[in-house]
């Protein structure tokens, strides 16, 4: 939310759900044996610098990856438990001068319809949405378990096909320390590789480098 409130770049992505409190969970009892009541407090709030609560807002990205599914279940039990106060406080801070995004946003959401990947992707997502919040139970009984988990790792599968395209769009290359590094232990440069293939075939980070293409034009 900084970055977006001086300016100093774009955010790419989805949206967060928007807690921006912590709690802990202290016992009622002194005796830890026996406990059987707890309460929960809220020890801190978070606060963007226009000085109001991201709760039940969340981030909004300059430029949205992929289709917004909603909120998970988990997410939609929390909504009865936000305290989404504001807090009137003048800060001063100097941001960047406004740049319009609009050609820029227009162009990302044409390559994202366009492309059989993140039309995949968010099939997908909604399919192992609707699956998950049918888990109310699970068994754990070995054979159970597995016959449960086995469909969710079809669709993670499916996920890892469409998420990543062989196209090159840029080249992904090692500083010259990590090269050094590698040349002196194979694990590592083993690894390297694989996370260097990762970053050139993903399709959201191929898209956002897109997005920085076109905000560099500007």
């Known amino acids: 939310q900084a970055i977006q409130d001086y300016r100093r770049g774009v955010v790419a992505g989805s ?20 406990v059987t009541q707890y309460v929960k407090l809220t020890t801190h709030m978070y606060f963007g610098l226009d000085g109001r609560t991201h709760q039940g807002r969340g981030v909004r990205p300059d430029f949205t990856l992929g289709d917004s599914d909603g909120l998970s279940e988990r997410e939609e039990r929390l909504l009865n438990y936000l305290e989404p106060h504001s807090v009137e406080r003048n800060v001063s801070y100097d941001p960047w001068p406004l740049v319009a995004l609009d050609d820029a946003r227009n162009a ?16 997908l997502t ?64 083993e690894l390297n590789t694989e ?19 076109d905000c560099m034009a500007l």
């Open 126 to 189: 909604s399919e192992l949405k609707d699956r998950m919040e049918d888990l109310d139970e699970v068994d754990l009984e070995l054979h159970a378990f597995f016959d449960t988990l086995h469909p969710l790792q079809v669709l993670a599968e499916k996920y890892r096909t469409a998420a990543y395209r062989s196209q090159e769009v840029y080249r992904v290359r090692n500083h010259a320390h990590e090269q050094r590094i590698e040349s002196m232990d194979d694990h590592r440069r």
């Open 195 to 213: 996370r260097r293939s990762v970053i050139a075939e993903d399709i959201y980070i191929q898209e956002s480098y897109f997005i920085l293409n």
């Open 108 to 123: 990302s959401r044409d390559r994202q319809a366009r492309s059989v990947g993140f039309e995949t992707v968010g099939d």
């Open 15 to 34: 949206a967060t759900f928007g807690k921006a409190t912590s709690q802990i969970v202290l016992p009622l009892q002194r005796s830890r044996a026996e």
